[in-house]
């Protein structure tokens, strides 16, 4: 026989309800194993599963199951289609799994829209094995995707282990009650917990303390979760509201987080859901002892793990609590599993946020994980253009530049991984099996881990805006970021196409009148000038600005943080936010060019005063080109024509290639670097930095000026930084050979380095050799400090 796991210890007050609602579809059907269900319950009508092929109250077996008028479940223990409620027991469970919500009335279930399956198999006296197998195997057969067995107490039964395991091979998770005897499962067992199958997770019940409750058993290797099970507000029968208490209580709010999580990611197996809800769950050192996982149930984590990385876990010795510590001059290692069957095909993303302390200072970065699934159909088709190289025709043994790859479409490139580019022959085919680079396919940018080259942005000097170098809007197909206002914070160099996404998460400044603006496309460096798509936060308002200057505005009050999407389609752009503002919509003229990108906030006064705003993220996904800049003074082997870009994933290199030969392009080539760079004429403060500059140095028609670097030697100090000298910055003549290096330390000796700043990052200049000589400036005379006189004739001197 079995029995309920109810206990009668309600001496503690019921705890808050609490639930959670994310996109739900009301997809997951959760069987509940109990005394029935009062399906006319007004918290629980709406939320009951309802057979599709049944006819109620004809007594014909419609759907030919083999049950006649389960139309909401089935009565095993009295043999008949009406699983109603006559107890109380199961209509409680039912009610903390998904009680409706949002209908000012009783309780909100953990879940807001499931579909509950009402079968019976407990009466007044309790129930028999046969009738928990029977049910078990109903709930099989239509197609409940998690049964909720708040019951036990019986002795071992092979017919209903067999029942459970043939659950599992249904693809259904098994959730049941640890009992209410307080005492350990480990030592006497208690069924059906003590099965302790792989699709089964067990529960003990918590107090509102949080402390595990006086009633609940334990096992720290049959017991894998504690939850709330003490008093415990829920539906009952007669439209009525009870609490009880009990391990019953506990496996409902476990049955209602793991119906969450799959109406959340529907296509989730047995083995996934388990893992996210027990890998997701709070430890706590008091429950180390008394659960598998010492943890307490948590829906929230539980939702975030099977969310946008649901299928990223981390793995490894040194990892505790989710924080990985790594020893001062040591190392360890993560590993990092892609798991579950039924993934979708493409990309994969998480986040592993490293940071330490130095001298009293936190720092911090976010390392991008990117996995791609492949599903191995279709060849790759992908092109090379704009060749980028110097001299080819002549022959002279080397080539220097950068050869750019469009990329191929995110379906094509889901058949691979990387690009990889060989020296190809005048047949085309590849010369050598070992690549001149790998590409990544994966497309996401992201500000703190681009290389950001001080080409592509000047910060003010001084505070007069008139002085400030403002000559940042570069070529098409760069994304800098404008110094328009005093608080610039990111400057992006690389090149991209729609479609691609810009997100970013951005603090906002109480003194700004723009929040946020960033700008697509357009020249102006103004961001509120012509030109462009402008995604622009004014004061309570969002608003979008198509490049003919058509306005586009959404009511929109911002938290303190807030994040924002702006996808750039050929013929639309989408602004969206998480604030739960209007999301706009426009049309765009149709363009395949590429297109900059610059983002600023209108932060003047008080508010730059303050910081300005704050940009935590910034990236762009999709849409980009793969660059692979060509070595200078590269060799060209003597039979080599040009070059073979292949697709490569895990299983090898796809047999078609793309074949660019090296002559069809020679522009752009890159600026020679400036030689003889001496330091001169030095005072206690100043010298003259010198050099002979390159023939190249107008790189083709888009110079923008000579940057001028100074280092301190130190001989005992291998980390001297280099920095801009006053005095030699803002050289934008062309004719430039020297400037005055002012602001210098005296007796201090320098160093010095010259480059010229080009438009596009591929033909700047490399940087001159570092001076020859070292300069030091000269001290200033030294004050007497003494001062002695004599008198004449005298032969002694004054005391």
Same mark, same amino acid.
């Given at each position: 026989?079995?029995?309920?796991?109810?206990?009668?210890?309600?001496?503690?007050?019921?705890?808050?309800?609490?639930?959670?609602?994310?996109?739900?579809?009301?997809?997951?059907?959760?069987?509940?194993?109990?005394?029935?269900?009062? *399906?006319?319950?007004?918290?629980?009508?709406?939320?009951?599963?309802?057979?599709?092929?049944?006819?109620?109250?004809?007594?014909?077996?419609?759907?030919?199951?083999?049950?006649?008028?389960?139309?909401?479940?089935?009565?095993? *223990?009295?043999?008949?289609?009406?699983?109603?409620?006559?107890?109380?027991?199961?209509?409680?469970?039912?009610?903390?799994?998904?009680?409706?919500?949002?209908?000012?009335?009783?309780?909100?279930?953990?879940?807001?829209?499931?579909?509950?399956?009402?079968?019976?198999?407990?009466?007044?006296?309790?129930?028999?094995?046969?009738?928990?197998?029977?049910?078990?195997?109903?709930?099989?057969?239509?197609?409940?995707?998690?049964?909720?067995?708040?019951?036990?107490?019986?002795?071992?039964?092979?017919?209903?282990?067999?029942?459970?395991?043939?659950?599992?091979?249904?693809?259904?998770?098994?959730?049941?009650?640890?009992?209410?005897?307080?005492?350990?499962?480990?030592?006497?067992?208690? *069924?059906?917990?003590?099965?302790?199958?792989?699709?089964?997770?067990?529960?003990?019940?918590?107090? /509102?303390?949080?402390?595990?409750?006086?009633?609940?058993?334990?096992?720290?290797?049959?017991?894998?979760?504690?939850?709330?099970?003490?008093?415990?507000?829920?539906?009952?029968?007669?439209?009525?509201?009870?609490?009880?208490?009990?391990?019953?209580?506990?496996?409902?709010?476990?049955?209602?987080?793991?119906?969450?999580?799959?109406?959340?990611?529907?296509?989730?197996?047995?083995?996934?859901?388990?893992?996210?809800?027990?890998?997701?769950?709070?430890?706590?050192?008091?429950?180390?002892?008394?659960?598998?996982?010492?943890?307490?149930?948590?829906?929230?984590?539980?939702?975030?793990?099977?969310?946008?990385?649901?299928?990223?876990?981390?793995?490894?010795?040194?990892?505790?609590?989710?924080?990985?510590?790594?020893?001062?001059?040591?190392?360890?290692?993560?590993?990092?599993?892609?798991?579950?069957?039924?993934?979708?095909?493409?990309?994969?993303?998480?986040?592993?946020?490293?940071?330490?302390?130095?001298?009293?200072?936190?720092?911090?970065?976010?390392?991008?994980?990117?996995?791609?699934?492949?599903?191995?159909?279709?060849?790759?088709?992908?092109?090379?253009?704009?060749?980028?190289?110097?001299?080819?025709?002549?022959?002279?043994?080397?080539?220097?530049?950068?050869?750019?790859?469009?990329?191929?479409?995110?379906?094509?490139?889901?058949?691979?991984?990387?690009?990889?580019?060989?020296?190809?022959?005048?047949?085309?085919?590849?010369?050598?099996?070992?690549?001149?680079?790998?590409?990544?396919?994966?497309?996401?940018?992201?500000?703190?881990?681009?290389?950001?080259?001080?080409?592509?942005?000047?910060?003010?000097?001084?505070?007069?805006?008139?002085?400030?170098?403002?000559?940042?809007?570069?070529?098409?197909?760069?994304?800098?970021?404008?110094?328009?206002?005093?608080?610039?914070?990111?400057?992006?160099?690389?090149?991209?196409?729609?479609?691609?996404?810009?997100?970013?998460?951005?603090?906002?400044?109480?003194?700004?009148?723009?929040?946020?603006?960033?700008?697509?496309?357009?020249?102006?460096?103004?961001?509120?000038?012509?030109?462009?798509?402008?995604?622009?936060?004014?004061?309570?308002?969002?608003?979008?600005?198509?490049?003919?200057?058509?306005?586009?505005?959404?009511?929109?009050?911002?938290?303190?943080?807030?994040?924002?999407?702006?996808?750039?389609?050929?013929?639309?752009?989408?602004?969206?936010?998480?604030?739960?503002?209007?999301?706009?919509?426009?049309?765009?003229?149709?363009?395949?060019?590429?297109?900059?990108?610059?983002?600023?906030?209108?932060?003047?006064?008080?508010?730059?005063?303050?910081?300005?705003?704050?940009?935590?993220?910034?990236?762009?996904?999709?849409?980009?080109?793969?660059?692979?800049?060509?070595?200078?003074?590269?060799?060209?082997?003597?039979?080599?024509?040009?070059?073979?870009?292949?697709?490569?994933?895990?299983?090898?290199?796809?047999?078609?290639?793309?074949?660019?030969?090296?002559?069809?392009?020679?522009?752009?080539? /890159?600026?020679?670097?400036?030689?003889?760079?001496?330091?001169?004429?030095?005072?206690?403060?100043?010298?003259?930095?010198?050099?002979?500059?390159?023939?190249?140095?107008?790189?083709?028609?888009?110079?923008?000026?000579?940057?001028?670097?100074?280092?301190?030697?130190?001989?005992?100090?291998?980390?001297?930084?280099?920095?801009?000298?006053?005095?030699?910055?803002?050289?934008?003549?062309?004719?430039?050979?020297?400037?005055?290096?002012?602001?210098?330390?005296?007796?201090?000796?320098?160093?010095?380095?010259? /480059?010229?700043?080009?438009?596009?990052?591929?033909?700047?200049?490399?940087?001159?050799?570092?001076?020859?000589?070292?300069?030091?400036?000269?001290?200033?005379?030294?004050?007497?400090?003494?001062?002695?006189?004599?008198?004449?004739?005298?032969?002694?001197?004054?005391?």
């Amino acid at each position: 026989m079995w029995g309920l796991h109810q206990s009668n210890d309600n001496d503690i007050d019921a705890p808050e309800a609490w639930s959670i609602h994310k996109g739900l579809s009301g997809r997951v059907i959760v069987a509940v194993l109990d005394t029935g269900v009062d *399906y006319n319950h007004e918290d629980l009508r709406n939320q009951m599963w309802r057979n599709p092929g049944e006819i109620p109250g004809d007594g014909i077996d419609n759907d030919g199951n083999g049950f006649v008028d389960d139309v909401y479940g089935y009565d095993f *223990y009295e043999d008949d289609g009406d699983p109603m409620d006559g107890n109380g027991h199961g209509t409680h469970c039912a009610g903390t799994i998904g009680a409706e919500g949002g209908n000012s009335i009783g309780v909100v279930g953990v879940t807001w829209k499931p579909q509950i399956m009402a079968l019976r198999f407990l009466g007044p006296n309790g129930g028999s094995t046969i009738d928990a197998i029977r049910a078990l195997d109903y709930a099989v057969q239509m197609g409940a995707h998690i049964t909720s067995n708040s019951w036990g107490g019986g002795g071992f039964s092979v017919g209903l282990e067999t029942a459970i395991n043939e659950a599992a091979a249904a693809n259904q998770l098994f959730i049941v009650a640890a009992g209410n005897d307080g005492q350990d499962n480990d030592v006497v067992s208690t *069924y059906p917990c003590n099965y302790n199958l792989p699709n089964m997770i067990c529960v003990a019940s918590t107090d /509102r303390s949080n402390d595990m409750s006086s009633f609940s058993n334990w096992g720290v290797n049959n017991v894998h979760i504690a939850a709330p099970g003490s008093s415990i507000l829920s539906t009952y029968t007669n439209g009525e509201y009870v609490s009880l208490s009990g391990t019953s209580m506990a496996t409902p709010h476990v049955s209602g987080v793991a119906a969450l999580v799959l109406d959340y990611v529907h296509n989730m197996p047995f083995t996934e859901l388990r893992n996210v809800i027990l890998n997701s769950a709070v430890p706590y050192a008091k429950f180390a002892s008394k659960v598998s996982t010492g943890a307490l149930l948590n829906a929230h984590a539980a939702l975030a793990m099977a969310g946008e990385f649901a299928w990223i876990r981390m793995f490894g010795s040194a990892i505790s609590a989710g924080t990985v510590t790594i020893p001062a001059q040591g190392s360890t290692t993560v590993v990092l599993q892609l798991g579950g069957t039924g993934l979708d095909y493409g990309e994969y993303r998480a986040r592993l946020r490293i940071w330490g302390v130095f001298n009293e200072v936190l720092y911090s970065r976010e390392v991008p994980i990117l996995y791609t699934l492949h599903n191995f159909t279709g060849l790759p088709a992908f092109g090379a253009t704009d060749l980028q190289f110097a001299d080819v025709d002549g022959r002279r043994g080397m080539i220097s530049g950068a050869l750019t790859i469009t990329r191929a479409t995110p379906e094509q490139e889901a058949t691979f991984s990387q690009y990889h580019v060989f020296w190809a022959g005048s047949s085309q085919n590849r010369l050598f099996d070992v690549p001149l680079a790998a590409l990544d396919t994966g497309n996401v940018l992201r500000d703190d881990f681009a290389i950001f080259d001080s080409t592509f942005w000047s910060l003010p000097h001084g505070s007069d805006p008139s002085s400030w170098i403002t000559n940042v809007s570069v070529s098409n197909g760069a994304a800098v970021f404008s110094n328009q206002y005093s608080h610039a914070h990111l400057t992006l160099a690389r090149r991209f196409a729609p479609p691609f996404t810009v997100k970013t998460k951005v603090k906002k400044s109480s003194g700004a009148l723009a929040h946020m603006v960033v700008q697509i496309g357009g020249t102006d460096v103004n961001l509120f000038g012509s030109g462009g798509i402008r995604a622009v936060f004014l004061g309570t308002q969002k608003v979008l600005i198509s490049p003919e200057g058509v306005y586009a505005a959404a009511p929109c009050t911002l938290g303190t943080w807030f994040e924002v999407t702006i996808t750039v389609r050929a013929t639309s752009v989408t602004f969206a936010d998480n604030q739960g503002c209007p999301e706009i919509v426009q049309a765009i003229s149709s363009s395949e060019s590429t297109k900059s990108i610059r983002i600023g906030a209108d932060c003047t006064g008080d508010c730059a005063t303050n910081g300005g705003s704050v940009w935590e993220y910034f990236e762009v996904s999709g849409g980009l080109y793969a660059t692979f800049h060509v070595p200078e003074n590269t060799l060209i082997p003597s039979d080599a024509t040009g070059f073979v870009i292949h697709g490569w994933n895990s299983l090898g290199l796809n047999p078609s290639g793309y074949y660019e030969a090296f002559a069809d392009h020679r522009v752009a080539n /890159r600026a020679t670097s400036p030689s003889e760079v001496l330091g001169s004429a030095p005072s206690t403060g100043t010298l003259t930095v010198s050099w002979t500059r390159g023939a190249l140095n107008d790189c083709t028609g888009l110079f923008m000026r000579y940057e001028v670097v100074a280092q301190m030697v130190d001989q005992s100090d291998s980390q001297q930084s280099w920095f801009e000298p006053s005095g030699c910055q803002g050289l934008v003549s062309q004719t430039s050979e020297s400037c005055l290096a002012s602001g210098l330390s005296s007796g201090t000796p320098y160093q010095f380095k010259v /480059r010229v700043l080009c438009s596009l990052e591929e033909t700047q200049s490399l940087w001159s050799e570092i001076s020859p000589a070292v300069v030091t400036l000269p001290s200033p005379a030294a004050a007497p400090t003494e001062v002695r006189a004599r008198i004449p004739g005298s032969s002694t001197s004054p005391s």
